[in-house]
Protein backbone atom coordinates (compact mmCIF):
# COMPACT_ATOMS: atom_id res chain seq x y z
CA UNK A 1 0.00 0.00 0.00
CA UNK A 2 1.08 3.74 -0.63
CA UNK A 3 -0.19 6.21 1.45
CA UNK A 4 -0.36 10.03 -0.51
CA UNK A 5 -1.18 13.66 1.13
CA UNK A 6 -1.13 16.50 -0.72
CA UNK A 7 -0.31 19.93 0.11
CA UNK A 8 0.11 23.67 -0.75
CA UNK A 9 -3.18 24.63 -2.01
CA UNK A 10 -4.42 27.75 -1.70
CA UNK A 11 -6.35 31.01 -2.96
CA UNK A 12 -4.35 33.00 -5.48
CA UNK A 13 -4.82 35.39 -7.59
CA UNK A 14 -5.22 35.32 -11.74
CA UNK A 15 -1.25 35.08 -12.48
CA UNK A 16 -0.12 34.00 -9.65
CA UNK A 17 2.04 30.70 -8.66
CA UNK A 18 1.77 27.72 -6.45
CA UNK A 19 3.35 24.88 -5.64
CA UNK A 20 1.74 21.88 -4.83
CA UNK A 21 3.96 18.93 -2.95
CA UNK A 22 2.50 14.70 -2.42
CA UNK A 23 4.60 12.88 -0.04
CA UNK A 24 4.08 9.37 -0.24
CA UNK A 25 4.50 7.08 2.17
CA UNK A 26 4.13 2.84 2.40
CA UNK A 27 5.49 0.81 -0.02
CA UNK A 28 7.62 3.60 -1.50
CA UNK A 29 10.31 1.24 -2.91
CA UNK A 30 8.36 0.33 -5.69
CA UNK A 31 8.80 2.18 -9.04
CA UNK A 32 5.41 3.84 -9.22
CA UNK A 33 5.17 6.74 -12.15
CA UNK A 34 3.40 9.90 -9.47
CA UNK A 35 0.57 11.81 -11.48
CA UNK A 36 -1.61 14.91 -10.83
CA UNK A 37 -4.85 15.21 -11.67
CA UNK A 38 -7.75 17.69 -11.05
CA UNK A 39 -11.44 18.12 -10.94
CA UNK A 40 -13.57 21.37 -10.84
CA UNK A 41 -17.49 20.89 -9.15
CA UNK A 42 -19.27 19.28 -11.66
CA UNK A 43 -16.85 18.03 -14.11
CA UNK A 44 -14.98 14.73 -14.17
CA UNK A 45 -11.45 14.68 -13.04
CA UNK A 46 -8.82 15.35 -15.07
CA UNK A 47 -5.26 14.64 -16.20
CA UNK A 48 -2.75 17.56 -15.63
CA UNK A 49 0.62 15.75 -15.38
CA UNK A 50 2.69 13.05 -14.53
CA UNK A 51 6.32 12.06 -14.67
CA UNK A 52 8.48 8.57 -14.37
CA UNK A 53 10.24 7.16 -11.21
CA UNK A 54 13.51 8.12 -13.05
CA UNK A 55 11.82 11.51 -13.28
CA UNK A 56 13.06 11.90 -17.05
CA UNK A 57 9.84 11.57 -18.17
CA UNK A 58 7.18 13.84 -18.26
CA UNK A 59 3.45 14.47 -19.70
CA UNK A 60 1.31 17.15 -19.38
CA UNK A 61 -2.12 18.12 -20.40
CA UNK A 62 -2.50 20.65 -23.09
CA UNK A 63 -4.18 23.08 -20.82
CA UNK A 64 -1.59 23.65 -18.74
CA UNK A 65 2.15 22.43 -20.83
CA UNK A 66 4.38 25.87 -20.85
CA UNK A 67 2.75 26.74 -17.53
CA UNK A 68 3.12 23.84 -15.02
CA UNK A 69 6.10 21.94 -14.12
CA UNK A 70 6.42 18.61 -12.57
CA UNK A 71 9.49 17.28 -10.29
CA UNK A 72 9.72 14.13 -7.46
CA UNK A 73 12.45 13.90 -4.77
CA UNK A 74 12.52 10.23 -4.40
CA UNK A 75 15.05 10.71 -1.34
CA UNK A 76 12.28 12.46 0.15
CA UNK A 77 9.60 10.43 -1.35
CA UNK A 78 7.78 13.77 -3.19
CA UNK A 79 6.15 15.02 -6.06
CA UNK A 80 6.12 18.23 -7.05
CA UNK A 81 3.56 20.50 -9.32
CA UNK A 82 4.34 23.83 -9.84
CA UNK A 83 2.25 25.98 -10.62
CA UNK A 84 2.34 29.08 -12.76
CA UNK A 85 0.37 31.80 -14.52
CA UNK A 86 -2.69 30.46 -12.79
CA UNK A 87 -6.29 30.71 -14.56
CA UNK A 88 -9.52 31.13 -13.02
CA UNK A 89 -10.20 27.59 -15.31
CA UNK A 90 -7.32 26.15 -12.57
CA UNK A 91 -9.05 26.60 -9.89
CA UNK A 92 -10.67 22.58 -8.37
CA UNK A 93 -9.11 20.00 -6.19
CA UNK A 94 -5.68 18.70 -7.24
CA UNK A 95 -5.08 15.40 -6.64
CA UNK A 96 -1.50 13.17 -6.67
CA UNK A 97 -1.55 9.77 -7.65
CA UNK A 98 0.79 6.70 -8.38
CA UNK A 99 0.52 4.24 -10.73
CA UNK A 100 2.87 1.92 -12.86
CA UNK A 101 2.62 3.80 -16.08
CA UNK A 102 3.34 6.96 -17.57
CA UNK A 103 -0.03 8.10 -19.11
CA UNK A 104 -2.79 10.30 -18.37
CA UNK A 105 -5.55 7.76 -17.71
CA UNK A 106 -7.53 7.62 -14.38
CA UNK A 107 -8.10 4.02 -14.44
CA UNK A 108 -4.04 4.03 -14.50
CA UNK A 109 -3.68 4.99 -11.42
CA UNK A 110 -3.71 2.73 -8.19
CA UNK A 111 -3.71 5.04 -5.13
CA UNK A 112 -4.85 8.41 -4.59
CA UNK A 113 -4.51 11.21 -2.30
CA UNK A 114 -7.11 13.18 -0.57
CA UNK A 115 -6.78 16.46 -2.68
CA UNK A 116 -5.70 20.07 -2.19
CA UNK A 117 -8.16 23.21 -3.04
CA UNK A 118 -6.65 25.45 -5.49
CA UNK A 119 -8.59 28.42 -6.50
CA UNK A 120 -8.01 30.96 -8.26
CA UNK A 121 -9.77 34.34 -8.13
CA UNK A 122 -10.61 36.16 -11.17
Known amino acids: QVQLVESGGGLVQTGGSLRLSCAAS????????MGWFRQAPGKEREFVAAISWSGGSTLFADSVKGRFTISRDNAKNTVYLQLNTLKPEDTAVYYCAAGPTLNGRVSSYYYWGQGTQVTVSS
Open 26 to 33: GRTGSLFT
